[in-house]
């Protein structure tokens, strides 16, 4: 089974959220917003366009993609990078907390997950440097495919 194959619908409480989250971020309140919002609420985890696209088919990939990048931006969700090279994005529960915790990722079937027990180290830079993230993804083999 991959990750794709564990989707999921978006659900009414998440689309009530995700309005009265978007209604109060700078920007347009739009339908991908909301839906894209919904779909990562929903989602509860790391996941990828692909599988953002199969939760809210109606929306096109290139304004998920955008939407993403947006909520990137409003620090509202965090990207992961796996080994495998594809961006996941996943909800970031405090908005204003530095993401400090490591993910894991499957390399057979994909699947990535928060590692809230695990901590990404603090970069300590030289003076006039700022961090903007850290991130930290462990690659190897998930529970259901070991």
């Not at 304004?63 to 509202?76: D, K, P």
Request: glycine fraction near 6%.
């Amino acid at each position: 089974m991959t990750d794709m194959d564990q989707q999921h619908t978006v659900s009414s409480t998440a689309l009530q959220t995700a309005t009265e989250l978007v209604a109060h971020m700078p920007g347009r309140m739009t339908q991908p917003r909301i839906y894209v919002c919904a779909a990562l609420l929903t989602a509860q985890r790391p996941v990828c366009h692909q599988h953002i696209h199969h939760m809210v088919p109606h929306i096109n990939r290139v304004s998920i993609y955008r939407v993403c990048e947006w909520l990137a931006q409003q620090n509202l969700i965090d990207v992961v990078v796996g080994k495998d090279g594809i961006r996941r994005y996943a909800w970031r529960a405090q908005r204003d907390s530095h993401h400090r915790h490591a993910h894991f990722h499957c390399e057979n079937c994909g699947h990535t997950e928060c590692l809230e027990g695990v901590l990404a180290p603090q970069a300590i830079l030289p003076e006039g440097y700022h961090t903007r993230s850290v991130t930290v993804v462990v690659n190897g083999i998930c529970a259901h495919c070991g």
